[in-house]
């Protein structure tokens, strides 16, 4: 049974930076995508970020580019997101999600993946 464990949320100010950290266990992940997704109050869950395990290819929200680098580090199964310059709409729940391959046309979508995390709060005060 995949596993998925997100942390280092936390409560950071405007200009600041945070790196989160997704543990999956319990399956075998070379060949699988992982994406992060976030949900603030009142709104429905959106893309932030993806990769594809091995590294080679990446995507990105054009809310986040150039500020959030998704990376992975295979000899420890765990999926980071860093985040620089946060700003207060970045303000949300944060989810680890994997799905059984990288493939562009669904990477952005909820729907397409099948395992999730519990998630981690992320809050930017201005």
């Known amino acids: 049974q995949v596993q998925l464990v997100e942390s280092g949320g936390g409560l950071v100010q405007a200009g600041g930076s945070l790196r989160l950290s997704c543990a999956a266990s319990?399956?075998?992940?070379?060949?699988?995508?992982m994406g992060w997704f976030r949900q603030a109050p009142g709104k429905e869950r959106e893309f932030v970020a993806a990769?594809?395990?091995?590294?080679?290819?990446?995507y990105y929200a054009d809310s986040v580019k150039g500020r959030f680098t998704i990376s992975t580090d295979n000899a420890k199964n765990t999926v980071y997101l860093q985040m620089n310059s946060l700003k207060p709409e970045d303000t949300a729940v944060y989810y680890c999600?994997?799905?059984?391959?990288?493939?562009?046309?669904?990477?952005?979508?909820?729907?397409?993946?099948?395992?999730w995390g519990q998630g981690t709060q992320v809050t930017v005060s201005s």
């Open positions: 999600a994997a799905r059984d391959k990288y493939m562009l046309v669904v990477i952005t979508t909820t729907r397409s993946y099948t395992y």
């Open positions: 990769i594809s395990w091995s590294g080679g290819s990446t």
């Open positions: 319990g399956g075998t992940f070379s060949s699988y995508a």
